[in-house]
T-cell receptor, first 115, second 111 residues
Framework: GGIITQTPKFLIGQEGQKLTLKCQQN?????MYWYRQDSGKGLRLIYY???????QKGDLSEGYDASREKKSSFSLTVTSAQKNEMAVFLC??????????????FGAGTRLSVL | GQGVEQPAKLMSVEGTFARVNCTYS??????LSWYQQREGQAPVFLSY????GLKDSGHFSTFLSRSNGYSYLLLTELQIKDSASYLC????????????FGQGTKLSIKP
């Protein structure tokens, strides 16, 4: 088995602040993802990475940067936090190819609040 | 455009069954999966289907009709602990790294 660790669990920021969320996985998976989950809405893909140093934009990439420093880690940066923003950011990983791509393993999430 | 639709809420009774529906519209089709998400927790993978028909996995069964862009997750012999949100996710042909999620269906189970 493996685990995905997201840090921090809770993040409180100020409007306009640059905030970084981190994710580590020990599944040895090729692909990693960042999703945003707002209350009452589905998961929306921000960025994903097929392999180390690869970066692909999702539907919600504007306002975010991401970095796949090595196979096991994928970080997300909120470039300028928006006032009253509240959301949960979920990191996930999967193997690449075939049915494995549909089996995502998620971290526990980072809950963001912006004052 | 591409999208995955699910009803927001569903209620059922302990010991009976619940059917969670999902309709989708994507450019091509490369599989559909279901996840369970309990309140305040991460989504957990339940099932994956890519061929038409019913896939029986005991407590959970999954049905797929590709021609209708439709799937359902069937939970039988419901327990209170099955109360959770159930997320449907579809992968199209274009941009295969992208898994499109529905908003999720919150299933509430009464004693």
């Amino acid at each position: 088995g493996g685990i995905i660790t997201q840090t921090p669990k809770f993040l409180i920021g100020q409007e306009g602040q640059k905030l970084t969320l981190k994710c580590q996985q020990n599944f040895n998976h090729d692909t990693m993802y960042w999703y945003r989950q707002d209350s009452g809405k589905g998961l929306r893909l921000i960025y994903y990475s097929i392999t180390e140093n690869d970066l692909q934009k999702g539907d919600l990439s504007e306002g975010y940067d991401a970095s796949r420093e090595k196979k096991s880690s994928f970080s997300l940066t909120v470039t300028s936090a928006q006032k009253n923003e509240m959301a949960v950011f979920l990191c996930a990983s999967s193997d690449w190819g075939g049915s494995s791509q549909n089996t995502l393993y998620f971290g526990a999430g980072t809950r963001l609040s912006v004052l | 455009g591409q999208g995955v639709e699910q009803p927001a809420k569903l209620m059922s009774v302990e010991g009976t069954f619940a059917r969670v529906n999902c309709t989708y519209s994507t450019s091509g089709f490369n599989g559909l999966s279901w996840y369970q998400q309990r309140e305040g927790q991460a989504p957990v993978f339940l099932s994956y289907v890519v061929l038409d028909g019913l896939k029986d996995s005991g407590h959970f069964s999954t049905f797929l009709s590709r021609s209708n862009g439709y799937s359902y997750l069937l939970l039988t012999e419901l327990q209170i602990k099955d109360s959770a949100s159930y997320l449907c996710a579809v992968r199209g042909n274009y941009n295969q790294g992208k898994l499109i999620f529905g908003q999720g269906t919150k299933l509430s189970i009464k004693p």
